[in-house]
């Protein structure tokens, strides 16, 4: 699992996916979502803007990454 910091309160997923490197537009990041290939928590989740705070695990395409501030 890899450790992303973050120097906000919150990051929206679109956004997340971007900043630690696990796609490179976001367009990429809107279609990863959209087609359910995201998990937040354990869970799919289909919403791009969703707010993610310290703590929050994310995988995509067999990695994983934990919010940390």
Partial sequence: MEEIIINTDFIK??????YCGAVYTGGEAKE????GEVS???E??????KKLFEGDVVTF???TYRVSK
């Fill in 13 to 18: 997923l679109d956004a997340f996916l971007k």
């Fill in 44 to 49: 799919v989740c289909l919403q791009r803007g």
């Fill in 40 to 42: 937040v928590n354990g």
């Fill in 32 to 35: 990863a979502v959209i087609y």
């Fill in 61 to 63: 395409d067999s990695n």
